[in-house]
T-cell receptor, first 113, second 112 residues
Framework: KAGVTQTPRYLIKTRGQQVTLSCSPI?????VSWYQQTPGQGLQFLFE???????NKGNFPGRFSGRQFSNSRSEMNVSTLELGDSALYLC????????????FGPGTRLTVT | QKEVEQNSGPLSVPEGAIASLNCTYS??????FFWYRQYSGKSPELIMF????GDKEDGRFTAQLNKASQYVSLLIRDSQPSDSATYLC????????????FGAGTRLAVHP
């Protein structure tokens, strides 16, 4: 069974631009969660989608948004990029409705200059 | 107080020894507990999960959960240099759906 895939793997953007990251979950998994990982803050939850509905959102500004499609693929968007948005963005896929095991994709490394 | 606390390490153990990694959490409503291993430059890899009080063993790994003490640990027996990585403890709460709250991670170094 294929794992979680994320595209692109690496991105370099300039301040003020926007970016869209994509995640395809494991086949059959309906929940997709997004996390941001930085050396200073560690792994922080951004949001979770289940059956195209956002069920949970972390403490991030409104510049961070996401969506999920009917095939469970998910995208997250960051508008008006800031230097502090440089991070590893991780997508995790889960089969169950709640508190089940999550499997991470390889991540997208975003650098904002 | 952070919701999930781990000693940042590094925890240094000799090859073949038992490595013991600890994690405490503050929310008594926490219901599922996960250990992830993350190699430098890679994404986290799930190695253990535990939902009930007690021990759960999988190969060289044992997870231990004590909800009364709000404590979860990971034991790695016969530690190998390839086990050198950062180990992340993660917790999900009742009503939190699939939101995971992570500790800062413990860096483990296994030396030959």
């Amino acid at each position: 069974k294929a794992g979680v895939t994320q595209t692109p793997r690496y991105l370099i953007k300039t301040r003020g631009q926007q970016v869209t990251l994509s995640c395809s979950p494991i086949s059959g998994h309906r929940s997709v969660s997004w996390y941001q990982q930085t050396p200073g803050q560690g792994l922080q939850f951004l949001f979770e989608y289940f059956s195209e509905t956002q069920r949970n959102k972390g403490n991030f500004p409104g510049r961070f948004s996401g969506r999920q499609f009917s095939n469970s693929r998910s995208e997250m968007n960051v508008s008006t990029l800031e230097l502090g948005d440089s991070a590893l963005y991780l997508c995790a896929s889960t089969f169950g409705v709640a508190s089940y095991e999550q499997y991470f994709g390889p991540g997208t490394r975003l650098t904002v200059t | 107080q952070k919701e999930v606390e781990q000693n940042s390490g590094p925890l240094s153990v000799p090859e073949g020894a038992i490595a013991s990694l600890n994690c405490t959490y503050s929310d008594r409503g926490s219901q599922s507990f996960f250990w992830y291993r993350q190699y430098s430059g890679k994404s986290p890899e799930l190695i253990m999960f535990i939902y009930s009080n007690g021990d759960k063993e999988d190969g060289r790994f044992t997870a231990q959960l004590n909800k009364a003490s709000q404590y979860v640990s990971l034991l790695i027996r016969d530690s190998q240099p390839s086990d050198s990585a950062t180990y992340l403890c993660a917790v999900s709460r009742a009503g939190g759906y699939n939101k995971l709250i992570f500790g800062a991670g413990t860096r483990l170094a296994v030396h030959p």
